[in-house]
């Protein structure tokens, strides 16, 4: 089996077909060279190096031995170089985890933040129902998800990022729109266009019917927050949606919102990683880069302030 140390020192010996000057190289005394070459030789059962006149020179076996190692000790050099941008976040791969509503509406502005700082990061982004981002996590096939707690698990950390307000969607001449607010004790004879299982918002609905000691009429379920849209404005049945998904179409008046009885209802979002696993660098940085976002002092803030936020600094910064 090749001796790498061995090698090692035949390699700057060729190179520089001086015993002196590899022992300076490798910071080591010129009788050390000497003993290693005479290993290294004895061990290949070949002759490396000729001298004469007080000059060395390589057999044709050195040469071709020297030739590969150069080839060999390149590479490690490039290895080396690797480590230290993985290390510098100067190169990478982020895998990332969201739900669909969250791919389409909020991560493009948290990743392209993120590619400010580290642009040479390449991202893999995940979609998925909560419940599937968190199997994902314990699969090792994501470090970090940004999603709702769907389910609590013994080896997935989730630490609070976001408080998103939810909204009751109806058609805008749905008659429940002539109703100042309601409950949803009303809601359990409407038609309900439902999140898909696994859900975080799936499961807020079901907990809020059944606190109220009723079951939603569910018409359909679906993890395409767009197709619900589509439905809710065709007056095929009504849904609960977090609200910054829906912002444009309440706005453009192509959908309308109906008031909840009591206090507004709001869905937290969490970053979710492993807790016994050490984030990669890009995952910390990313981990890192929302946790500065996310604002103690606004309670509760949703990610389309934090969206806001991120826009008004970048314009200073451009200023």
């Known amino acids: ?71 060999i000790f390149k590479y490690e050099k490039e290895i080396e170089n690797v480590i230290d941008e993985m290390r510098e976040l100067k190169r990478g791969i982020l895998s990332l985890g969201t739900t669909k509503a969250y791919a389409r509406y909020f991560m493009p502005l948290m990743i392209s933040s993120f590619h400010q700082n580290y642009p040479n990061i390449k991202i893999q982004l995940n979609e998925g129902s909560s419940l599937d981002m968190i199997y994902s996590l ?12 769907a389910m609590d698990h013994p080896e997935v950390n989730f630490y609070p990022f976001s408080k998103e307000e939810m909204a009751i969607i109806v058609a805008p001449d749905h008659p429940l729109t002539r109703k100042k607010s309601i409950s949803f004790k009303e809601l359990a004879d409407e038609p309900f266009i439902m999140k898909e299982n696994g859900s975080g918002t ?22 395409n927050t767009e197709f619900i849209k589509q439905l809710v404005q065709r007056g095929e049945g009504v849904s609960f ?28 979002v969490n970053i979710a990683y492993l807790k016994n696993q050490v984030l990669s660098p890009p995952a910390k940085a990313f981990v890192d880069t929302l946790t500065k976002l996310r604002s103690d002092d606004i309670d509760p803030m949703g990610i389309g302030a934090m969206m806001v936020k991120i826009l008004a600094q970048r314009r200073k910064m451009a200023e």
């Open 138 to 149: 314990l699969n090792f096939n994501i470090e970090v998800a940004v999603i709702a707690r």
């Open 202 to 223: 799936r499961k807020m609905v079901e907990q809020l019917f059944e606190k109220e000691g009723c079951e939603p009429n569910a018409l359909m379920e679906t993890s």
């Open 241 to 268: 949606l977090v609200r910054e998904a829906v912002a444009a179409e309440i706005a453009e008046k192509t959908l309308a919102e109906v008031a909840l009885k009591g206090q507004k209802v709001f869905l937290d």
């Open 1 to 71: 089996m090749l001796n790498f140390n061995q090698f090692r020192v035949f390699y700057h010996a060729a190179k520089h077909l001086n015993f002196t000057v590899a022992a300076s190289k490798l910071f080591i005394t010129q009788p050390a060279v000497t003993a290693q070459v005479k290993s290294f030789e004895e061990a290949c059962n070949l002759k490396l190096f000729k001298k004469r006149a007080r000059r060395m020179y390589l057999t044709d076996e050195g040469r071709i031995l020297f030739d590969f190692a150069e080839r």
